[in-house]
């Protein structure tokens, strides 16, 4: 308590109060008057509440500081431990031999770099208003000089050799399309004449003589062996064994090979047990197994062709695993045979039952559509030659044999067989009307890895029989088809132009712009050669935008596969099994085949059994699947690398408001980092 104040009346009286409130024991006096005579700035009570309040209120912003800065470290150490996936995902090769794609990797990647800087460049001559009165070589300032430099430089020097390339690009550009062209009319004409193979004779779609006591002598049947080459295909197997073991054919006629490479001996046993059920059943079909896997595909025909009994049959056809026949596809194929003695090859269709499952597979319809329903039908029937597409076809054994069967020296074995039986004078034959049904490719790995077997193969094939073509008898029209057309139109020429065209010289030209591309090249004729390709498969026309930018996408996959076959890299001889989910249900291929021939009507129950026939297995396995390692997206650092050149150059070209080039980069951008983040087709956790 503060001390009372010096006044000798004012003491003397306080001294008298105190003595008579003693005396008269009245402390609650003492206590009201302790309180009326406190001064009210001594109260330390108020004072303590007050420090307490700022103390407390001290606290309250260390916490929340606190809180920020874990919610910042929380959120730095996620994003770290991202960036150190996508950098550990986006190391790894697309595959343990790719020098190709690694050469190509760091080319593209210094090219970021480079239009990066560039970038920077122009956005400091954006904002000093250079763009419009470009600075001297005696500017006063040490940019204005460097900029005037690079200017004289890309004027000079830079500008004038890339718009020669790109003149050249655009020339190989216009004679693809030109041909593209000219393979619709063809198409048109054949439509509008009805051209079509025509057999010499017909077989009837009922039992054979000795079953019904018809009129047909089974002898009338050639001797038929079917072949099923399969590696590792759990999901699919019993399908391709059902579909092919019901054909339509005297059993007495034919011979079932299943030619198994698996080296899981879970999906060995699974197939040795489908084999023997269908051998119970009456089924001529055998089972084989190499103990020396060597030359993929190729080398397990070779294998099976080498065998004693071969001999005693006149055609092979052959059906990879995911593929299923219709129970007619015998007796609507060998009669093209008949009379046709220098005939080597009928070849089917494709017809593709998960063409819906996601947007990946619907843009892969519209390619293999018009290859089909254009290229292989024009060149089949103006000129009887096309590349075999390895399944859903049938050979002369013959014409396998004389022009030297199966080799194991590309992974195209079934373009090289057929090059060179043009070569030795064998006819081929397209059946537009006669459809196999298989199975897409759902996830982009898969895709890509199989477009880039079928963009390497062919160089190497080039390659290797450029000096056979030249040496060959076949008339000089065929060997001009053959080079020109077959080999560097269609497989050189056009990934190379379509990546070098609108992947790296369309972003150049953006920061050199005297170095110019026509807006017809960037827009208009892509548009129109796009809605050439969707028009054999007219129900796609909604995703022609989209198909577009991803066949732009794909060009760096095709470039790389064609550099790596070419120059022999050793990505070139790589076989990767394409990954099948066995998407063709029974329901699908009953209705195809009701569809083809009302003779199913009759077999649905053995077909249903042969359907179900390993389900017991594969439920039993299907554990062991789980259980195995987890696949995830991936990261495809080739595309993230060119997704980012060409955003930049799209912000480049915003500068100069170059309308259509902007929208192109910045969608085909967009194109590539999806594709990149690996957000198309089938998703993966």
């Known amino acids: 308590m503060s001390p009372a104040p010096n006044n000798p009346e004012f003491q003397e009286w306080w001294n008298k109060q105190r003595q008579t409130n003693h005396e008269n024991g009245d402390d609650s006096s003492s206590h009201l008057l302790t309180v009326e005579i406190s001064s009210p700035g001594?109260?330390?009570?108020?004072?303590?509440?007050?420090?307490?309040?700022?103390?407390?209120?001290?606290?309250?912003?260390?916490?929340?500081?606190?809180?920020?800065?874990?919610?910042?470290?929380?959120?730095?150490?996620?994003?770290?431990?991202?960036?150190?996936?996508?950098?550990?995902?986006?190391?790894?090769?697309?595959?343990?031999?790719?020098?190709?794609?690694?050469?190509?990797?760091?080319?593209?990647?210094?090219?970021?770099?480079?239009?990066?800087?560039?970038?920077?460049?122009?956005?400091?001559?954006?904002?000093?208003?250079?763009?419009?009165?470009?600075?001297?070589?005696?500017?006063?300032?040490?940019?204005?000089?460097?900029?005037?430099?690079?200017?004289?430089?890309?004027?000079?020097?830079?500008?004038?050799?890339?718009?020669?390339?790109?003149?050249?690009?655009?020339?190989?550009?216009?004679?693809?399309?030109?041909?593209?062209?000219?393979?619709?009319?063809?198409?048109?004409?054949?439509?509008?004449?009805?051209?079509?193979?025509?057999?010499?004779?017909?077989?009837?779609?009922?039992?054979?003589?000795?079953?019904?006591?018809?009129?047909?002598?089974?002898?009338?049947?050639?001797?038929?062996?079917?072949?099923?080459?399969?590696?590792?295909?759990?999901?699919?197997?019993?399908?391709?064994?059902?579909?092919?073991?019901?054909?339509?054919?005297?059993?007495?006629?034919?011979?079932?090979?299943?030619?198994?490479?698996?080296?899981?001996?879970?999906?060995?046993?699974?197939?040795?047990a489908e084999v023997q059920k269908w051998q119970q059943r009456g089924v001529p079909i055998v089972y084989r197994h190499r103990l020396i896997r060597t030359g993929y595909k190729a080398g397990n025909l070779k294998s099976a062709m080498s065998c004693d009994y071969v001999k005693n049959y006149e055609f092979v056809a052959i059906f990879d695993a995911d593929f299923q026949p219709g129970p007619d596809f015998l007796k609507k194929t060998i009669p093209y045979f008949k009379g046709?003695?220098?005939?080597?090859?009928?070849?089917?269709?494709?017809?593709?039952?998960?063409?819906?499952?996601?947007?990946?597979?619907?843009?892969?319809?519209?390619?293999?559509?018009?290859?089909?329903?254009?290229?292989?039908?024009?060149?089949?029937?103006?000129?009887?030659?096309?590349?075999?597409?390895?399944?859903?076809?049938?050979?002369?054994?013959?014409?396998?044999?004389?022009?030297?069967?199966?080799?194991?020296?590309?992974?195209?074995?079934?373009?090289?067989?057929?090059?060179?039986?043009?070569?030795?004078?064998?006819?081929?034959?397209?059946?537009?009307?006669?459809?196999?049904?298989?199975?897409?490719?759902?996830?982009?790995?898969?895709?890509?890895?199989?477009?880039?077997?079928?963009?390497?193969?062919?160089?190497?094939?080039?390659?290797?029989?450029?000096?056979?073509?030249?040496?060959?008898?076949?008339?000089?029209?065929?060997?001009?088809?053959l080079i020109f057309l077959f080999f560097l139109l269609r497989k050189l020429i056009l990934p190379f132009y379509s990546f070098t065209l609108f992947c790296i010289i369309l972003p150049l030209t953006m920061f050199l712009p005297e170095a110019q591309i026509p807006a017809w090249v960037v827009c208009y004729v892509p548009g129109i050669m796009s809605v050439l390709n969707i028009l054999p498969a007219p129900r796609s026309f909604p995703f022609i935008v989209p198909y577009l930018l991803f066949e732009n996408t794909m060009s760096v996959t095709k470039f790389n596969a064609m550099i790596s076959g070419l120059f022999q890299f050793g990505s070139s001889y790589e076989w990767i099994v394409t990954k099948k989910l066995g998407r063709s249900s029974e329901a699908d291929l009953v209705a195809y085949e009701k569809e083809s021939d009302p003779l199913l009507e009759t077999t649905t129950g053995l077909h249903r059994s042969a359907s179900e026939s390993g389900l017991a297995d594969l439920t039993k396995l299907e554990t062991s699947k789980r259980s195995g390692k987890r696949r995830r997206n991936r990261l495809y650092r080739k595309e993230l690398v060119i997704a980012f050149i060409l955003l930049t150059a799209s912000a480049r070209s915003l500068l100069s408001a170059q309308g259509i080039h902007f929208y192109f980069l910045l969608f085909q951008g967009i194109t590539f980092l999806v594709v990149g983040l690996d957000l198309i087709g089938e998703q993966v956790s």
């Open 42 to 272: 001594a109260d330390r009570t108020v004072g303590k509440d007050r420090s307490r309040s700022a103390r407390q209120l001290s606290w309250l912003w260390l916490l929340k500081l606190q809180q920020i800065a874990a919610s910042f470290a929380s959120v730095t150490n996620s994003f770290v431990a991202l960036v150190r996936t996508a950098n550990r995902r986006i190391a790894s090769p697309d595959s343990p031999a790719d020098s190709a794609s690694s050469r190509l990797y760091r080319v593209i990647k210094g090219f970021l770099i480079f239009v990066l800087l560039l970038l920077c460049v122009e956005l400091v001559a954006y904002f000093k208003g250079w763009h419009f009165s470009p600075p001297t070589v005696g500017s006063a300032e040490v940019v204005g000089i460097v900029y005037a430099n690079w200017l004289h430089v890309r004027v000079n020097y830079l500008a004038p050799p890339l718009q020669t390339f790109t003149n050249v690009c655009i020339v190989l550009f216009l004679i693809q399309s030109v041909d593209r062209v000219i393979l619709v009319l063809g198409c048109f004409w054949i439509k509008f004449r009805r051209v079509k193979p025509k057999a010499a004779m017909e077989y009837k779609t009922t039992p054979s003589s000795e079953e019904e006591g018809g009129t047909e002598n089974v002898e009338d049947y050639p001797m038929v062996l079917l072949q099923i080459p399969m590696c590792n295909e759990r999901e699919v197997y019993h399908q391709s064994i059902a579909t092919v073991c019901i054909q339509d054919w005297p059993r007495e006629r034919m011979l079932v090979q299943v030619l198994d490479d698996s080296d899981d001996l879970d999906v060995q046993l699974l197939i040795k």
């Open 340 to 481: 046709n003695d220098d005939l080597g090859l009928v070849q089917t269709r494709w017809s593709f039952v998960n063409k819906d499952e996601n947007l990946l597979t619907r843009l892969q319809n519209i390619n293999l559509s018009f290859h089909f329903e254009v290229e292989q039908q024009v060149n089949g029937v103006y000129i009887n030659f096309f590349g075999f597409n390895g399944t859903a076809g049938v050979w002369r054994i013959t014409a396998l044999e004389e022009c030297g069967g199966w080799l194991e020296r590309t992974t195209v074995e079934d373009m090289d067989v057929a090059v060179r039986a043009h070569l030795c004078g064998w006819k081929f034959i397209y059946l537009n009307d006669v459809k196999c049904l298989c199975e897409l490719p759902e996830s982009y790995e898969a895709y890509k890895k199989q477009q880039h077997r079928w963009h390497s193969g062919p160089m190497q094939l080039f390659r290797m029989c450029f000096v056979d073509i030249l040496r060959s008898k076949v008339s000089v029209t065929k060997k001009a088809n």
